[in-house]
């Protein structure tokens, strides 16, 4: 039987605009495992079948340690089970250590990046670790050989010198097709921003963007996947934006969905 790891990562220490997404990952956690709702993804997987999901619980941030090096360490821990691995933030600052230990297992990788903001940022704000830098840091880093941005609807002018400079891989909302089908031919890390979608179905963010995708359009291109998912986070989701809870009901559709996907293409590790 393939496990699936689940940690929660609940800082947003290096969000830009206002605070939050440190509050989700418990309220996601309920949603998923609310009786509202079946347990079973669309691709046959029952998430809620006894020792499939293995729960590590939430990182503890009490400002003595440096975040970074908690996380990387947390992730490193839970990796070391040798399951896939669901991160749940958080903001998206924490993509960046987590790939630190997510490389270390993975020779070949490539990321699929969910998203309307690039987050490729030199630093925003002064700060190298905003939740608009991570991708930046991760391909200075060479955390991964492949970066892959879909949904996007925020690029600048230096957004587009960054993606020459990495040599990144840009498909724009406007330019979605729902027959998008990725060539990958590596393990793949998915991260997946709360606010790809449109805020009419996740209004729960901190930076609403209209022109989204929908839920079925992330799902199905998360479905299209045939590589193994190695790793993913879920991040971005802020409560205190949200309305009756939608948000974190999709969040935890999302996580059910790539649950499903990581046991579908489940293979040892690369």
Do not use: C
């Amino acid at each position: 039987m393939v496990h699936i790891s689940l940690l929660g990562i609940p800082n947003d220490d290096n969000s830009s605009f206002t605070r939050g997404p440190a509050e989700a990952p418990a309220l996601i956690r309920r949603e998923l495992h609310s009786d509202a709702y079946s347990s079973w993804s669309e691709t046959g997987v029952d998430i809620g079948a006894q020792g499939l999901l293995v729960d590590h619980g939430d990182i503890r941030f009490d400002g003595a340690a440096d975040a970074w090096e908690l996380i990387e360490q947390h992730v490193a821990q839970a990796l070391d089970a040798g399951h896939p691995l669901i991160s749940l933030g958080g903001d998206h600052a924490i993509t960046h250590p987590i790939m630190r230990a997510v490389r270390r297992r993975h020779r070949r990788l490539t990321i699929l990046h969910i998203d309307a903001h690039p987050d490729i940022y030199h630093a925003y704000q002064g700060n190298p670790r905003s939740h608009t830098s991570p991708f930046a840091r991760i391909m200075e880093e060479q955390l991964a050989d492949r970066l892959i941005q879909v949904g996007l609807r925020t690029i600048n002018d230096h957004h587009r010198e960054q993606f020459q400079r990495f040599g990144v891989e840009v498909i724009e909302a406007g330019r979605y097709a729902d027959s998008l089908k990725l060539k990958i031919d590596t393990p793949v890390y998915l991260s997946v921003d709360i606010d790809a979608l449109d805020p009419a179905y996740a209004p729960g963010v901190s930076h609403r963007e209209p022109g989204g995708l929908s839920v079925r359009q992330v799902i199905d291109l998360i479905q299209r996947i045939d590589q193994p998912i190695v790793a993913a986070d879920i991040v971005e989701y802020n409560p205190r934006r949200d309305v009756s809870e939608l948000t974190a009901t999709v969040a935890a559709k999302l996580l059910k969905e790539i649950a499903g996907m990581m046991v579908k293409t489940a293979t040892p590790a690369a």
